[in-house]
């Protein structure tokens, strides 16, 4: 019979200990989203995946925020995060950091996702664009690559919170999942 684990059986450390805990080498740039909805979910899932950082550029919602909250479950309280005016602003500091530039969008040259295969040496700093017109057109020029993640459906995209989700299991996946007990 199958029983759902309580809270305290999770082992989930406090918001201190994580604060002081190895990181992952990533970071999650929010290019203008307009949802603090999907904001409070990029932390949640920032947290989940004990990513480095948050950058939140242009436009994007920034804590404190009733509807990032919301959604957050208070990750906004263990995920480090800096709000940029501009994204390539945040996009050139993390170059200038040895991050690999990774845009998640529909480009003419994509590299698909099943074909990505992130290195736990390596540091990646993954773009997410608006919910309606995606990744600024100024941010294209300063990625290393672009990841799309193939869809069979009539939409022309995810949900970015969604998108979040996937693009940061791939890399867990790829990167760490074999030094994880």
């Avoid at 989930?12 to 603090?36: C, E, G, I, W, Y």
């Avoid at 530039?101 to 529909?106: D, K, S």
């Avoid at 939409?155 to 030094?179: D, E, M, P, R």
Wanted: with cysteine.
């Amino acid at each position: 019979m199958i029983r759902k684990l309580q809270l305290e059986e999770l082992g989930r450390v406090d918001v201190d200990t994580f604060k002081n805990q190895p990181k992952h080498p990533v970071v999650l740039v929010l290019d203008n989203l307009r949802s603090a909805h999907n904001v409070g979910a990029a932390f949640r899932t920032g947290d989940a995946f004990a990513v480095e950082a948050l950058y939140l550029c242009g436009i994007t919602p920034q804590p404190p925020h009733k509807e990032i909250h919301k959604a957050a479950l208070g990750a906004t309280e263990s995920v480090e995060w800096h709000y940029f005016e501009q994204t390539a602003e945040a996009i050139k500091l993390l170059k200038e950091q040895g991050y690999r530039m990774v845009g998640v969008e529909q480009t003419d040259s994509p590299t698909y996702l099943q074909d990505f295969r992130p290195a736990a040496e390596e540091k990646y700093a993954f773009v997410f664009g608006n919910e309606v017109y995606g990744l600024s057109e100024e941010v294209l020029p300063l990625l290393d690559m672009a990841l799309e993640i193939p869809q069979f459906g009539t939409k022309h995209s995810l949900n970015v919170s969604v998108t979040l989700g996937i693009v940061c299991w791939h890399y867990w996946q790829h990167a760490f999942a074999s030094k994880t007990p």
